[in-house]
Nanobody
Framework: QVQLVESGGGLVQAGGSLRLSCVAS????????MGWYRQAPGNQREFVAS???????LYTDSVKGRFAISKDNAKNTVYLQMNSLKPEDTGVYYC???????????????WGQGTQVTVSS
């Protein structure tokens, strides 16, 4: 019922910037929160940033001051602006949404398919 589609990944040199986007579509009643996770080869998926319905944001320590999450409620879209990228930021970035869809009363976790971010040194 709900799909999340990411875009904006790619290859960038260290110090460069990328902007990721994630659009939520389908039968959506409300969105409690949206966020970004990433997974490097051989590692577990880790939290990167989130933003809730009240525009409160959270970041993992390693990206504070470099990444900024924002959302456009009218477009059901969340963005991740990534600046001063480092090789250790390399990984597949996944969009996550806590979304109330038609027929449900509580938010359910939805995931996108992921977008690759590669930062070269």
């Amino acid at each position: 019922q709900v799909q999340l589609v990411e875009s904006g990944g790619g290859l960038v040199q260290a110090g460069g910037s990328l902007r990721l986007s994630c659009v939520a579509s389908g039968v959506i009643t409300s969105i409690a929160a949206m966020g970004w996770y990433r997974q490097a080869p051989g590692n577990q998926r880790e939290f990167v940033a989130s933003i809730n319905s009240e525009q409160s944001t959270l970041y993992t320590d390693s990206v504070k001051g470099r990444f900024a999450i924002s959302k456009d409620n009218a477009k059901n879209t969340v963005y991740l602006q990534m600046n001063s990228l480092k090789p250790e930021d390399t990984g597949v970035y996944y969009c996550n949404g806590e979304i109330v869809s038609d027929g449900s009363h509580w938010p359910v976790d939805y995931w996108g398919q992921g977008t690759q971010v590669t930062v070269s040194s």
